[in-house]
């Protein structure tokens, strides 16, 4: 069964930091691209990051560019997203997900909530 299981999530002030990870099963984990969106309330779901299978070349959304680290781990089959500078517009549900690019096979988290406010 495959599962994708968001943790991290929380509430922290603008200018915080925050670390999410992805725990995943259930799949050949090094075989897939990861990626993290987020959807905020009343808005459509967005692209924030991604990392390619070997970990090799990430890509991120202009907004978090400078902010936001994406990493994977081949070997305890997680992804992360290191969030730094948070700002109030990153608050949003993350998603993690993952895809064989091509192939039209992909699998999304459940979602952690992030909120950033004073």
């Known amino acids: 069964q495959v599962q994708l299981m968001e943790s991290g999530g929380g509430l922290v002030q603008p200018g915080g930091s925050l670390r999410l990870s992805c725990a995943t099963s259930?799949?050949?984990?090094?075989?897939?691209?990861m990626k993290w969106y987020r959807q905020a309330p009343g808005k459509e779901r967005e692209f924030v990051a991604g990392?390619?299978?070997?970990?090799?070349?990430?890509r991120y959304a202009e907004s978090v560019k400078g902010r936001f680290t994406i990493s994977r781990d081949n070997v305890r089959k997680t992804a992360s997203l290191q969030m730094n500078s948070l700002k109030l517009e990153d608050t949003a549900v993350y998603y993690c997900?993952?895809?064989?690019?091509?192939?039209?096979?992909?699998?999304w988290g459940q979602g952690t909530q992030v909120t950033v406010s004073s």
């Open positions: 259930g799949f050949t984990f090094h075989y897939y691209v």
């Open positions: 990392v390619t299978k070997d970990g090799g070349v990430k």
């Open positions: 997900k993952a895809e064989v690019v091509g192939q039209n096979i992909e699998y």
